[in-house]
């Protein structure tokens, strides 16, 4: 033990630090930062988008580069930002919340976020190789088959392929961890709602990212190997794969929204002084949601032509979703009625979310009518819907979560000023670029068009809609802006709790210690933090005495399979590519080499971890609090 | 413990009770096994004896794979233990989730092909 303790005292560099770093707080930052890239990145195509849109018959981009941007786009925010940020979050808070020391597999956490990151490389790279992927984010046969969709595709397919394998072990991770390593006392019906979110998030993850793996699987055969699994001239059949994308992409949705929902939750009762209204039926409705989203995939396909039988099915599948939605809109009011309401930033984003996603709601209820689908498919007012759905739902979710639990990622508060600067310029910036979309779908403009002709009506409203975006964009700006400037001039958070919150999260001290608990708390009630403050001494009982702890060794090998699989995946492309500078077999023997070889190394090399001796334990707590 | 380490393992670690359990254990499993390759041997007669009806054979070898499926599960993968109640919550699910979608796919696919 004495030797292994050795180990963690060693000075390596900071850098070396992050690549091998197992700890699941600074993998959360590590996943706030990617994401944030890949939001930023995301965020600047829809600019351009938007400029282009900005008057009729603009030519700022051209039609084959506005394609790109729109696949990239809906790609890169939905599967390389919204999901990383949301990861942030839940590798933070839900190891805290539980009273855990960390997750249950630390190398597989590591190995999720570096395999996602690689696979995020992949799609983005293809810039360089002939352009990106231009299907649009759902890449429907035969716009994507190897008839008519270039190399970009190639990359999507298996860019998004490796990406998702981060994804699901990431999600099994965090299954076990909270089936498992919850603290005594803490009963899954004490759990924050946080967790319950992640939990069914993770479920879902289980559950739809494997036929999206599938059908993915199919098209590549079907694009670099020759099958005809989507080829109807062969004996394929071109609507299969929209139907594995939807049975993957409306649960999708739901992935993401899902764990906004929990911040939210988090949000709302800590700032209105009261518990969360409602929390037994929170919890069931998260769980209906959670399995009709299953059910409802033909909503999607309602103008495919499968027929008025399965039409209806699926509509009145879709509008029952409505119904535990409605629950959990009502328990956030009724949490915020009569409560001690404090309107800083956190809660500006938190409560202003329910208004929105309500908005968001209603038109998805009214695509869920087909008849009134035949009209609205494929207009802007599909655009508006989704994008009220995960800007004003997801995106505020995220905003109020960064916003509420910053202080305990990096010891100190953002800057309330510019937070609610930041605050204003972006909600009235999505209201005016996203409403007004609603009324361009209504009057007949479709979606994924690049351009449009004078004198239809529709240049004021595109005009509208592009200062809106900027406004939102000027609001990105600020808190980038209000990052740094909190940096410098915030002062160090020295106290567990500066909310005054309620969940465990806030019983451990600021910065947290790398093994968050020096004694594993015995939690007594929901919302446990709260009950100590009130019927304890305002400190959580411990449930076992202090101790040495064991703690994982960081390891650089969850980087190297990632890397494999990059180059692996790369080979695989090469294989489709006219010219390609070497053999592809070579760089596919190589990414399966160092695949498999970090993977063997991790099989054979025995890594029990080291242990934080009980004295110095002892001082870390002293220096903290 | 360590004046028994020179003792075999089972004598030294188990009781006799888990040890019983164990036997006992080891005893299902076989003859689970056994009945479960009677139940492929009876799925390989019905296709490949020519007397049987195809009308009747589909049906009839879908069930058995049902039967054999819900075996896995129980015996194979431990569902029947005790203590097993998230895995048993899991595989429901999955059960419950998958199967309308691959029976809506099988009667919707025909319909349109693109
Ligand atoms: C910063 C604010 C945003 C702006 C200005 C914006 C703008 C746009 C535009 C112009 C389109 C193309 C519409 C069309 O012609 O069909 C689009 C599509 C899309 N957006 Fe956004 N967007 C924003 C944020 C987001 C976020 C946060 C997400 C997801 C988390 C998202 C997801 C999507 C998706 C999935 C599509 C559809 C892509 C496709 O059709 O393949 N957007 N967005
Ligand atoms: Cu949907």
Redesign the interface.
């Known amino acids: 033990m004495a030797t292994a303790t050795a180990s963690m005292n060693n000075n390596k560099s900071v850098l070396w630090d992050w690549l091998t770093t197992v700890d699941h707080k600074k993998l959360a930052v590590l996943y706030l930062i990617a994401g944030t890239l890949f939001f930023v990145k995301a965020g600047v195509m829809a600019l351009f988008m938007r400029i282009q849109l900005m008057s009729a018959e603009n030519d700022f981009l051209t039609g084959q580069t506005f394609n790109e941007f729109i696949t990239m786009h809906g790609t890169i925010m939905l599967f390389l930002a919204a999901t990383p940020l949301i990861f942030a979050f839940m590798n933070f808070v839900i190891p805290l919340q539980i009273g855990a020391r960390d997750v249950a597999f630390p190398f597989v956490n590591a190995l999720g976020f570096w395999i996602f990151f690689f696979g995020g490389l992949l799609v983005s790279v293809s810039w360089f190789f002939g352009g990106a992927p231009d299907a649009g984010w759902t890449a429907y046969v035969?716009l994507s088959s190897g008839e008519y969709a270039d190399l970009g595709l190639d990359f999507y397919v298996l860019g998004l392929q490796i990406s998702g394998i981060g994804t699901l072990v990431s999600a099994i991770n965090f299954i076990v961890t909270i089936?498992n390593m919850r603290a005594p006392g803490m009963t899954m019906m004490r759990m924050p709602l946080f967790c319950w979110t992640g939990l069914v998030t993770s479920?879902l993850i289980v559950?739809a990212f494997t036929p999206l793996a599938a059908g993915l699987a199919l098209l590549m055969l079907d694009r670099i190997f020759g099958g005809q699994f989507f080829v109807?001239d062969s004996g394929g059949?071109?609507?299969?794969w929209q139907?594995i994308f939807w049975?993957f992409g409306h649960p999708e949705v739901y992935i993401l929204v899902l764990p906004a929902f929990g911040i939210i939750s988090e949000v709302i009762p800590a700032f209105s002084k009261k518990r969360l209204f409602g929390y037994t039926a929170m919890v069931f409705a998260t769980l209906i949601i959670a399995?009709l989203s299953?059910?409802v995939w033909?909503h999607h396909m309602f103008t495919?032509?499968?027929?008025p039988i399965?039409n209806s099915v699926f509509a009145i599948a879709t509008m029952a979703i409505g119904i535990p939605t409605g629950i959990k809109i009502f328990n956030w009011l009724f949490t915020m009625w009569g409560g001690k309401l404090t309107f800083n930033t956190a809660m500006l984003c938190a409560s202003s979310f329910v208004p929105t996603f309500v908005l968001g709601g209603v038109t998805g209820v009214m695509l869920a009518m087909v008849p009134i689908d035949y009209l609205y498919h494929d207009t802007y007012f599909v655009v508006a819907h989704f994008h009220y759905i995960v800007v004003g739902g997801i995106v505020l979710g995220l905003l109020a979560g960064t916003y509420y639990w910053y202080p305990k990622m990096f010891g100190h508060k953002l800057n309330e000023k510019l937070g609610i600067l930041m605050f204003w310029l972006f909600y009235i910036g999505f209201h005016l670029t996203f409403f007004i979309q609603h009324i361009l779908g209504l009057i007949g403009m479709p979606r994924r068009v690049f351009t449009y002709l004078d004198g239809q009506g529709m240049e004021t409203m595109n005009l509208v809609s592009t200062i809106g975006a900027f406004l939102m964009g000027a609001g990105v700006v600020v808190l980038v802006i209000n990052i740094v400037y909190s940096a410098f001039t915030s002062e160090r958070v020295a106290v567990r709790d500066p909310w005054d919150a309620r969940t465990l999260e806030w019983s451990t001290t600021t910065p947290v210690p790398e093994y968050n608990f020096a004694q594993t708390p015995q939690v007594r009630s929901l919302d446990p933090w709260f009950y100590e403050k009130i019927h304890g001494d305002g400190l959580m009982k411990s449930a076992e005495p202090m101790d040495e702890i064991h703690m994982p060794n960081g390891s650089i090998l969850p980087f190297m399979i990632g890397l494999g699989l990059f180059i692996w995946g790369f080979g695989m492309i090469m294989l489709n590519m006219e010219n390609p500078i070497m053999p592809p077999a070579i760089v596919i023997g190589v990414g399966f080499v160092v695949t498999f070889g970090s993977m063997l190394v991790r099989s054979i090399k025995e890594d029990h971890g080291y242990h934080i001796p009980l004295d110095k334990v002892k001082k870390i707590e002293k220096e903290v609090s | 413990m360590s004046d028994e380490l020179s003792k075999p393992f089972t004598e030294s670690s188990l009781s006799k009770e888990e040890l019983m359990k164990m036997n006992r254990e080891r005893r299902v499993q076989i003859i689970t096994f056994a009945f479960m390759i009677f139940l492929t041997v009876l799925a390989f007669i019905a296709v490949g004896m020519e007397m049987i009806e195809p009308s009747f054979a589909i049906p009839f070898i879908l069930l058995l794979a049902v039967v054999q499926f819900v075996l896995q599960l129980f015996y194979f993968m431990h569902l029947k233990d005790k203590d097993h109640q998230?895995p048993n919550a899991?595989m429901l699910?999955?059960i419950?989730?998958?199967t309308?979608?691959v029976i809506?796919?099988v009667l919707?696919?025909g319909?349109?092909?693109?």
Do not use: E
């Open positions: 035969p089936i479920i559950f109807p059949n071109a609507v299969l139907h049975i399995f299953f059910m033909v495919v032509g499968i027929g399965t | 998230w899991f699910t999955g419950v989730v998958a309308p979608a809506a796919l919707l696919l319909v349109t092909k693109y």
